[in-house]
Each structure stands twice: as structure tokens, then as C-alpha cells.
């Protein structure tokens, strides 16, 4: 239980630093998955519609998905996400843990893409 007390204030500097370094991929991330959410429940109730589905509806969905990844990549343009989307190679070596994020951001936007 000493230990622990002596780590708790590193461990919460770490917290802290993390989470000011990372808030705005943080912020993007909950809208990426807010957004989908929502834009993946409307498309299963107007899919289960079956006849009376309304073609306008989905389309307008469809529209609300491009747009929300179209500004995602605009957002962390400086982040490089043009690369990913482009397949080329980036200007700069990034870390593990960089690649790692556009990894991750480059899938949500294809997983929106795709829906």
C-alpha cells in the first residue's frame, strides 16, 4: 500500500500529460464512434422498413457519413491522414505509437466509407 501511494501522483502526471497531449484525437475518437452509432441505427431501422423504406433517407444518411469523413480528414490534416487515404508514403518517420493512431483513424474513416 506504500508503493501504490508513492506512484498514485506519477501515475496521475502521466494521466494528465496524456490526455493534453491526445485531447483532440480523444474528442475526434468519441465523434467517430457517436457518429457512427447513431448513422449505423437509423440504417438498420430504415433497412428493416423492408417496402416502405424511404430511398431520400438513406441517401441523406449516406451524405452525412461522407461529410463527417471528409471532416475528419480535414480536422487532422496535420496529422497526415491524406497520406493514408492516399496510400503514400509519409514525409517524416513516425513513432509506434503514432502509426499506431493513424492506423486506427485510418480504419474508422474506411469503416464510414463503407457503411
Not at 102 to 113: E, I, N, P, Q, T
Amino acid at each position: 500500500a506504500n508503493w501504490l501511494e508513492q506512484l498514485l501522483p506519477f501515475l496521475y502526471l502521466l494521466l494528465v500529460v496524456f490526455i493534453t497531449q491526445h485531447s483532440l484525437g480523444i474528442v475526434v475518437l468519441f465523434w467517430i464512434i457517436m457518429t457512427g452509432n447513431s448513422c449505423n441505427d437509423a440504417i438498420r431501422k430504415q433497412v428493416a422498413l423492408k417496402e416502405e423504406r424511404r430511398a431520400v433517407t438513406l441517401l441523406a444518411i449516406n451524405t452525412i457519413l461522407i461529410v463527417h469523413a471528409l471532416a475528419v480528414v480535414i480536422l487532422l490534416e496535420r496529422e497526415g491522414m491524406y497520406f493514408n487515404a492516399l496510400i503514400l508514403l509519409p514525409e517524416t518517420v513516425h513513432s509506434v505509437w503514432h502509426v499506431l493512431y493513424l492506423v486506427l483513424l485510418a480504419d474508422m474513416g474506411v469503416k464510414l466509407f463503407g457503411m
